[in-house]
């Protein structure tokens, strides 16, 4: 089975695709919404040069290392890991980390369906008009009803996984290869003339001052924290995407370069995202909201009362609902793999199961919104909030940690070094340095900030 799991398998030819695969997952809800409220809240320039390091010398070596496994292994993450097991002479029960992988990213994706859901209800309210001179207050009324009708919530939600399960069960080529050359270009675009539009018709003086002005005051060491945190989730490390991404992978590929693109550009992104966004809020004079309803709220008020504000803000949440979607096919993909090459089944009956949990477990996020949202299912957090903190907190850092672990300090050196053979010395040391050294002792210091957040 070890060398089944390397060859036969239908990866991808070019190098590109394997760049805009990871893009496509690295960019998402996280850099449209999460990045910019982050550094207005965290003090602006220095949330943004600490979220740079903790990108560049913690997240990314460990997709490195992911996509290592993957490259490596060609297989799902359990498979790709025995291998990688096999041939360092460890024990098999790394395995489990593959699982482990697999299952959180079913976790995130049972309610990042349900909020990239809400994107699709807001391109078409944006679309009809729905907005147009509203006021602010009516726009907040809009989205509570929205979010207090059950119907509408798991509608979108379904609607959103259906377009997700169509483009995984096309398949490693044809679908998701496939996806990837439309939507990474049509991102671009989008964002493009989003940015235009928001320096021509938006205060972009204000914009600056809330995203690059330097105030120590808001700055801390949770702050670091925080960037820390939002660096491993803007990158997609964490669910074996990287693993199973660097499987399709062609080879002998400069890996070390690849990853790094993808930071730049996943960064680009997030940027940019803020540059689109900040100068037509602060043109209406409103505070942006923080968390869901600084997408929600302020963006469709801000588009709702500006020139062509309903073609932009349409425009808009497309640029959502695509970003969205390359995500949630990243977080996908590994499980589909797993239950294939474990079970030998076919893709088809594979996506249909994981799709149907994701899609009962989304229920529980989507009613945590209004039946469900008094019940508290650990402290005083409801189901979805539960579920935020367990992977985001836990499970993703877990994760992460025992990846750097398998690649940093159990493989073989050579056989890593192997993989990484197309790039320089001098970075493989300093890469594995970062692996064996700070990655590890950052995400321990998360894990106990968020265990004592949890119990405190
Ligand atoms: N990176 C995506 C975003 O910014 C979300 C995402 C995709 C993700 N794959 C992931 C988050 C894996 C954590 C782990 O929205």
Same mark, same amino acid.
């Given at each position: 089975?070890?060398?089944?799991?390397?060859?036969?398998?239908?990866?991808?030819?070019?190098?590109?695709?394997?760049?805009?695969? @990871?893009?496509?997952?690295?960019?998402?809800?996280?850099?449209?919404?999460?990045?910019?409220?982050?550094?207005?809240?965290?003090?602006?320039?220095?949330?943004?040069?600490?979220?740079?390091?903790?990108?560049?010398?913690?997240?990314?070596?460990?997709?490195?290392?992911?996509?290592?496994?993957?490259?490596?292994?060609?297989?799902?993450?359990?498979? !790709?890991?025995?291998?990688?097991?096999?041939?360092?002479?460890?024990?098999?029960?790394?395995?489990?980390?593959?699982?482990? !992988?697999?299952?959180?990213?079913?976790?995130?994706?049972?309610?990042?369906?349900? &909020?990239?859901?809400?994107?699709?209800?807001?391109?078409?309210?944006?679309?009809?008009?729905?907005?147009?001179?509203?006021?602010?207050?009516?726009?907040?009324?809009?989205?509570?009803?929205?979010?207090?009708?059950?119907?509408?919530?798991?509608?979108?939600?379904?609607?959103?996984?259906?377009?997700?399960?169509?483009?995984?069960?096309?398949? &490693?080529?044809?679908?998701?290869?496939?996806?990837?050359?439309?939507?990474?270009?049509?991102?671009? &675009?989008?964002?493009?003339?989003?940015?235009?539009?928001?320096?021509?018709?938006?205060? &972009?003086?204000?914009?600056?001052?809330?995203?690059?002005?330097?105030?120590?005051?808001?700055?801390?060491?949770?702050?670091?924290?925080?960037?820390?945190?939002? !660096?491993?989730?803007?990158?997609?490390?964490?669910? %074996?995407? %990287?693993?199973?991404?660097?499987?399709?992978?062609?080879?002998?590929?400069?890996?070390?370069?690849?990853?790094?693109?993808?930071?730049?550009?996943?960064?680009?992104?997030?940027?940019?995202?803020?540059?689109?966004?900040?100068?037509?809020?602060?043109?209406?004079?409103?505070?942006?909201?923080? %968390?869901?309803?600084?997408?929600?709220?302020?963006?469709?008020?801000?588009?709702?009362?500006?020139?062509?504000?309903?073609?932009?803000?349409?425009?808009?949440?497309? @640029?959502?609902?695509?970003?969205?979607?390359?995500?949630?096919?990243?977080?996908?993909?590994?499980?589909?793999?797993?239950?294939?090459?474990?079970?030998?089944?076919?893709?088809?009956?594979?996506?249909?199961?994981?799709? %149907?949990?994701?899609?009962?477990?989304?229920?529980?996020?989507?009613?945590?919104?209004?039946?469900?949202?008094?019940?508290?299912?650990?402290?005083?957090?409801?189901?979805?909030?539960?579920?935020?903190?367990?992977?985001?907190?836990?499970?993703?850092?877990?994760?992460?940690?025992?990846?750097?672990?398998?690649?940093?300090?159990?493989?073989?050196?050579?056989?890593?070094?192997?993989?990484?053979?197309?790039?320089?010395?001098?970075?493989?040391?300093?890469?594995?340095?970062?692996?064996?050294?700070?990655?590890?002792?950052?995400?321990?210091?998360?894990?106990? !900030?968020?265990?004592?957040?949890?119990?405190?």
């Amino acid at each position: 089975m070890g060398l089944m799991a390397r060859t036969g398998f239908g990866g991808w030819k070019s190098r590109t695709t394997f760049v805009l695969a @990871l893009s496509s997952s690295a960019v998402g809800l996280g850099n449209l919404w999460r990045f910019s409220y982050l550094t207005g809240e965290h003090g602006g320039a220095p949330f943004v040069v600490s979220y740079l390091l903790c990108l560049f010398l913690i997240a990314v070596p460990i997709l490195i290392a992911e996509v290592v496994i993957g490259t490596h292994g060609r297989g799902s993450p359990t498979v !790709a890991i025995r291998w990688a097991a096999d041939r360092s002479l460890l024990s098999r029960n790394w395995m489990a980390l593959g699982v482990l !992988a697999c299952l959180t990213g079913l976790l995130i994706l049972s309610y990042y369906a349900v &909020v990239a859901g809400w994107g699709m209800a807001y391109a078409g309210y944006m679309a009809s008009g729905v907005f147009a001179a509203a006021s602010a207050l009516s726009v907040g009324e809009h989205f509570d009803n929205f979010l207090a009708s059950p119907r509408e919530l798991v509608y979108w939600q379904s609607l959103f996984l259906l377009m997700t399960v169509l483009v995984v069960s096309m398949g &490693v080529r044809r679908g998701l290869g496939l996806l990837v050359w439309i939507a990474v270009p049509t991102l671009m &675009v989008l964002l493009g003339v989003l940015v235009v539009f928001g320096v021509e018709n938006g205060d &972009v003086k204000a914009a600056q001052e809330f995203l690059f002005s330097v105030k120590l005051i808001d700055f801390s060491a949770q702050s670091v924290l925080v960037a820390l945190g939002h !660096a491993f989730y803007t990158l997609g490390v964490g669910v %074996g995407a %990287g693993i199973t991404y660097g499987a399709y992978a062609p080879e002998r590929i400069p890996l070390g370069r690849s990853v790094m693109a993808v930071a730049v550009f996943d960064t680009l992104i997030s940027l940019a995202a803020g540059l689109a966004i900040f100068p037509i809020v602060f043109a209406n004079n409103i505070e942006p909201s923080m %968390g869901p309803g600084l997408l929600f709220v302020s963006v469709p008020y801000a588009f709702g009362n500006i020139m062509q504000g309903e073609l932009f803000g349409t425009l808009f949440f497309a @640029l959502v609902v695509v970003a969205a979607l390359g995500s949630a096919v990243a977080l996908m993909e590994p499980i589909i793999r797993m239950l294939m090459q474990h079970l030998r089944w076919r893709r088809l009956p594979a996506v249909g199961l994981v799709a %149907g949990v994701v899609w009962l477990l989304g229920l529980g996020s989507a009613l945590s919104f209004n039946i469900w949202q008094n019940d508290h299912w650990f402290g005083n957090w409801n189901f979805f909030e539960v579920l935020d903190v367990i992977t985001a907190d836990l499970l993703l850092p877990l994760v992460s940690l025992f990846t750097a672990i398998l690649v940093g300090w159990c493989m073989r050196a050579e056989i890593v070094k192997m993989e990484l053979y197309r790039e320089a010395d001098l970075f493989f040391v300093l890469w594995r340095f970062l692996l064996r050294y700070a990655a590890p002792a950052a995400i321990i210091i998360i894990l106990l !900030a968020s265990v004592r957040s949890v119990l405190s």
